[in-house]
């Protein structure tokens, strides 16, 4: 493994040893690719993923990789409050906190999801 992989999931291992998803509070999690985002509500108490979305199910494609993001959290966090889920973990796994990422944390943010 080169150096940055090593970074990565040293990242990875961190970042999970202290976010956890419960039933009251379970985790979001974010997986970026380069052409699209997923994003998830885990309860992780029970293993059980409660939402799951991405990009492809929404109507955006005249926007950049950033705005799609912010709308991916947007339709997320409705999603969630529709289900009564209104506080989550951000787990942001092993990427920074940083463009994409944070766009998406913005969006659920702004669509009603506290964390």
């Known amino acids: 493994m080169n150096k940055l992989n090593i970074q990565k999931k040293r990242r990875t291992i961190r970042i999970r040893s202290f976010v956890k998803g419960t039933k009251e509070r379970p985790r979001l999690s974010v997986f970026r690719s380069n052409d699209h985002m997923y994003a998830q509500i885990i309860d992780d108490a029970m293993g059980k993923t409660?939402?799951?979305?991405?990009?492809?199910?929404?109507?955006?494609?005249?926007?950049?990789k950033t705005e799609k993001a912010k709308a991916l959290g947007l339709a997320l966090a409705k999603l969630a409050v529709s289900k009564k889920?209104?506080?989550?973990?951000?787990?942001?796994?092993?990427?920074?906190?940083?463009?994409?990422?944070?766009?998406?944390?913005?969006?659920?943010?702004?669509?009603?999801?506290?964390?």
Do not use: M, Q
């Open 50 to 64: 409660l939402i799951g979305i991405s990009e492809k199910t929404l109507d955006t494609k005249d926007l950049s």
């Open 85 to 115: 889920i209104t506080a989550v973990v951000f787990d942001k796994g092993s990427y920074r906190y940083h463009g994409r990422v944070l766009a998406l944390a913005e969006g659920a943010r702004e669509g009603g999801l506290v964390f």
